[in-house]
């Protein structure tokens, strides 16, 4: 099976600078909007028509993965499995507004539920059940529209990686990648208007 990954085109709050985490109803900007179509055309000369389309079903997401299902002549199938990671009373507070906070003794980072949501340890376990879920396809493309860091433990996931061994690789608004094996390779497509926004997670922060 291949995985194609699309990240978001940018958000209202990517363009404000909040922290979104699993903030469900965060429309698109008019410049996501334009990276989710350029996304589509992207998508539609990997895939054949008929690929399925599965998409987080945060609000940002899935205005992302409408045109792509369109481009392919499928209907998206809305997951929350690929929801990005909860990052609870942090979601929507501004990246200036937080401060550094110290990793717990003895917790590794990625253990570590900061504002009261989900760890990368957890992301990563939710990740590994949607990688049994998508085996069950067979061979084939998917292609699978979600959010910076939860795609990327799932790249992780899907390379054998554990949740302590996550690749925290850049993967723009509206980018699409096609993870190549073997695991170090991934070939990337961002759109020419990518901006990286803020629903990257920071590794230790509290408001």
């Not at 990954?5 to 698109?28: A, F, Y």
């Not at 003794?105 to 376990?125: F, L």
């Not at 860091?149 to 993967?171: E, F, K, P, T, Y």
């Amino acid at each position: 099976m291949r995985l194609v990954l699309v990240r978001h085109g940018q958000s209202v709050w990517n363009l404000e600078r909040r922290l979104q985490g699993q903030t469900m109803d965060v429309p698109l900007t008019d410049l996501g909007r334009e990276q989710a179509r350029t996304a589509a055309r992207i998508v539609a000369d990997l895939v054949p028509s008929g690929t399925p389309v599965w998409s987080s079903d945060q609000l940002r997401a899935v205005q992302t993965s409408e045109p792509i299902g369109n481009a392919v002549d499928v209907l998206v199938r809305p997951t929350p499995l690929l929801r990005e990671q909860a990052l609870g009373e942090l979601e929507g507070r501004r990246v200036d507004e937080l401060t550094e906070q110290p990793v717990p003794e003895g917790v590794d980072i990625s253990e570590v539920c900061w504002g009261g949501g989900e760890s990368v340890q957890q992301v990563h376990a939710r990740c590994l059940v949607l990688l049994d879920e998508l085996a069950r396809l067979g061979n084939g493309d998917v292609v699978l529209v979600g959010h910076g860091d939860s795609l990327r433990v799932l790249l992780g996931a899907a390379q054998g990686r554990g949740h302590r061994d996550v690749q925290w690789r850049d993967l723009g608004n509206g980018e699409v990648a096609v993870p190549q094996w073997p695991p170090s390779r991934c070939l990337r497509h961002p759109p020419p208007s990518a901006i990286a926004g803020a629903d990257r997670s920071p590794p230790a922060v509290a408001p």
